[in-house]
């Protein structure tokens, strides 16, 4: 089986500050690791994803994630954040090998002026 | 690309009503399609995983007979309340994955929700 966790249930930075999502995983196969976003009111929308190939993984909005299974971790990082990146974000996880995809609590990410 | 819809977007009711949510995958074939079920602030809890031309598989506590899937064609999935009561009352959210080989057939990509208030 395979499970999620994400550090913090929410996560507030100044806009040009780092922004850091910690997302811990456990499976007993080789994962696939995703991390989702979503505005209020609004379904998921797709950052990245980490499917066995390169370790870091780059996304859209200037996310970035990296795949370190030594710490069976999946940390989201975005140099500098910007006001419109206020969101929740998910982290997933599936087997490698079935449908089974199961999502963390979530991080509601703040962005102050 | 992989864009999925979803229709409604919002939904009011009558108690005891039934009411139809369709789930579309616009621009790939969809072999299985799931059905969430999100509460405020809180992540997203799998109802039903559905597989075009088969039945659906229900997570343990839902109710099949009340939450009816069918997935009849590779671009569409419905899920239908039936004789809805206030506690159906929530944002639900489809997502599709492309068929096994595709380019992204690991990836789910997620509709934008309905949101569901039974009076």
Same mark, same amino acid.
């Given at each position: 089986a395979q499970s999620v966790t994400q550090l913090g249930s929410h996560v507030s930075v100044s806009e040009g500050a780092l922004v850091l999502l910690r997302c811990n995983y456990s499976s007993s196969v080789p994962p696939y690791l995703f991390w989702y976003v979503q505005y209020p009111n609004q379904g998921l929308q797709l950052l990245l994803k980490y499917t066995? +190939? +390169?370790t870091l993984v780059k996304g859209i909005n200037g996310f970035e994630a990296e795949f370190k299974k030594s710490e069976t971790s999946f940390h989201l990082t975005k140099p500098s954040a910007h006001m419109s990146d206020a969101a929740e974000y998910f982290c997933a996880v599936t087997p490698y090998n079935n449908n089974d995809m199961r999502f963390g609590a979530g991080t509601r990410l703040t962005v102050k002026p | 690309g992989a864009v999925v819809s979803q229709h409604p977007s919002r939904v009011i009711c009558k108690s005891g009503t039934s009411v139809k949510i369709e789930c579309r995958s616009l621009d790939f074939q969809a072999t299985t399609m799931f059905w969430y079920r999100q509460f405020p602030k809180q992540s997203l809890m799998l109802m039903a995983t559905s597989n075009e031309g088969s039945k659906a598989t229900y997570e343990q506590g839902v109710e099949k007979d009340k939450f009816l899937i069918n997935? $009849?064609?590779?671009t569409l999935s419905t899920l239908t309340v039936t004789? $809805?009561?206030?506690?159906?009352?929530s944002f639900y959210i489809c997502s599709a994955r492309e068929r $096994? *080989? *595709?380019?992204?057939?690991?990836t789910q990509y997620f509709g934008p929700g309905t949101r569901l208030l039974v009076l």
């Open positions: 066995s +190939a +390169a | 997935h $009849a064609s590779l004789s $809805a009561h206030p506690e159906d009352s $096994a *080989g *595709g380019l992204r057939w690991e």
